[in-house]
Every structure is written in structure tokens, then in C-alpha cells.
């Protein structure tokens, strides 16, 4: 398993941006599919962008569009970059990885082994 830490969270007002990083070491990235998921307290952990290891992406229907996903492979780091940014956007944001994933199950949180601790967003308006 390799080990994750991300970064970037904080708050923010609607319509805002951020952009949420994710370190990996014990591993390289490119070699990893990776998610992004968030969890607000009483919800199931909700997987919003996916990236599998050949650079195929995938997201939730509640963040397309504004959410962007990408790696930065000389850093060994997950990028999560957020626009538009909505009360319900606030929540526990973690990323995970795995080395292989499915396209089909990139955002389901049972295929991945390796987490971070998580990030906090928190929306005002």
C-alpha cells in the first residue's frame, strides 16, 4: 500500500475555488488509479472523481463540470481542482488509490485498499 496526505482544504465562499492535492509516496502515481471521495457526517463516503492508471477519468453527475481531476506525475500528486463551489460541496474530502481499478468502478470506495486522512471544505454564503 502506498501511503496518501492531502492538502488544500479550507473554506471558502459560494462560487469560490480550491484545488485539493493529494501527496503519494511508497508508490508512483502512475501506476495507481485513483479517486477523490467525501463524506459529510451521517452520509456514506460519495467517490465525485476518478482516475485510472492509464489517465482515464470519471465523475459524479453532482460535481461534472466543475470539478477537474488530473496528476501531476513529476511530484507524485493527485490534483483536485474546484469551481463553483456550493453549500453542498462542504464536506470531508479524502483520496485513494489502488493499482488497478476498473473504469466502470472507479468511484467506488471497495476497490480502493490505500487512504488518506482527509481534508476539510467547508462552503459559507
Known amino acids: 500500500q502506498v501511503q496518501l496526505m492531502e492538502s488544500g482544504g479550507g473554506s471558502v465562499q459560494v462560487g469560490g475555488s480550491l484545488t485539493l492535492s493529494c501527496k503519494v509516496s511508497g508508490g508512483t502515481i502512475m501506476t495507481y488509479s485513483m479517486a477523490w471521495f467525501r463524506q459529510t457526517p451521517g452520509k456514506e463516503r460519495e467517490g465525485i472523481a476518478g482516475?485510472?492508471?492509464?489517465?482515464?477519468?470519471m465523475y459524479a453527475d453532482s460535481v461534472r463540470g466543475r470539478f477537474t481531476i488530473s496528476r501531476d506525475n513529476a511530484q507524485n500528486t493527485l490534483l483536485l481542482q474546484m469551481n463553483s463551489l456550493q453549500p453542498e460541496d462542504m464536506a470531508m474530502y479524502y483520496c485513494?488509490?489502488?493499482?488497478?481499478?476498473?473504469?466502470?468502478?472507479?468511484?467506488?470506495?471497495?476497490?480502493?485498499?490505500?487512504w488518506g486522512p482527509g481534508t476539510q471544505v467547508n462552503v459559507s454564503s
Open positions: 485513494a488509490a489502488e493499482p488497478r481499478v476498473l473504469q466502470s468502478t472507479l468511484l467506488q470506495s471497495s476497490e480502493y485498499d490505500s
Open positions: 482516475l485510472g492508471y492509464v489517465g482515464n477519468s
